[in-house]
């Protein structure tokens, strides 16, 4: 069933997707894994964009597919669960002069599957907008998505915006898209970058058990719902 999925996806069956979807959850696949099945599919659409056997419509496409796999009641019923305890709590949002969101909601989504709570600020979102978002939300990690080369300067005054505020401090900012680079991680003032959204929400897991982990021995927290 798995392969079968990453096939349609890359077919952008959607009829077939979502039924191949709905099947996986009632048989007890983890929503994570299911994600990354589609992911997988999507990549291969990435690819087939990139050799011009496909074209900017399909990757639209390829991107509502995805949504609608997230709007799946045992995927909503995943997310919204009171009953689980949220692992973290992240902000995301693309920035300022960019309105790509298929990356970004790929992420998200696959944020919400790994129990973190997911704010999304949206596209197009101005340095102010994250500044009042970290003031109103708190949130433990700042996402920042942006596919388009000149994106990097909107990240870093973004980050330098949070610096300024006061706002940089025990939060790890992380930046998603394809034309980021260490260097430009670097430059921008970021912690961490990814190409792979996979990648980065294992990043994140990994960094919110150190972040608390760390919490507990100074202050004796259990977990992160009792700091909340």
């Known amino acids: 069933m798995e392969e079968q999925i990453i096939k349609a996806v890359e077919d952008l069956d ?22 990354n099945l589609i992911k997988e599919g999507m990549d291969r659409v990435g690819k087939l964009y990139e050799s011009k056997q496909y074209f900017i419509a399909d990757l639209i496409m390829a991107g509502l597919i995805f949504k609608e796999v997230l709007k799946l009641d045992k995927m909503m019923a995943q997310f919204q669960n009171s009953d689980n305890r949220k692992a973290g709590r992240i902000l995301v949002g693309t920035v300022k002069g960019d309105l790509h969101d298929i990356g970004k909601d790929i992420f998200k989504g696959m944020m919400e599957a790994s129990q973190f709570d997911v704010i999304d600020l949206g596209v197009d979102v101005s340095k102010e907008a994250f500044v009042q978002g970290v003031q109103k ?19 870093k005054e973004t980050v330098a915006a949070l610096e300024k505020a006061g706002l940089r401090e025990n939060r790890l900012i992380i930046l998603g898209g394809s034309h980021l680079t260490k260097e430009a991680c670097e430059y921008i003032g970021a912690d961490y970058y990814t190409n792979d959204a996979s990648l980065g929400v294992e990043y994140c897991r990994k960094w919110i058990e150190t972040k608390y982990n760390m919490r507990s021995i100074d202050d004796g927290a259990t977990n992160l719902s009792s700091n909340r």
């Open 137 to 155: 939300y708190d949130p433990d990690i700042i996402g920042l998505s942006g596919v388009l080369n000149f994106t990097i300067e909107s990240m």
């Open 14 to 35: 959607e009829e077939k997707v979502i039924k191949l979807a709905n099947e996986a959850l009632i048989n007890g696949m983890e929503p994570f894994h299911l994600l």
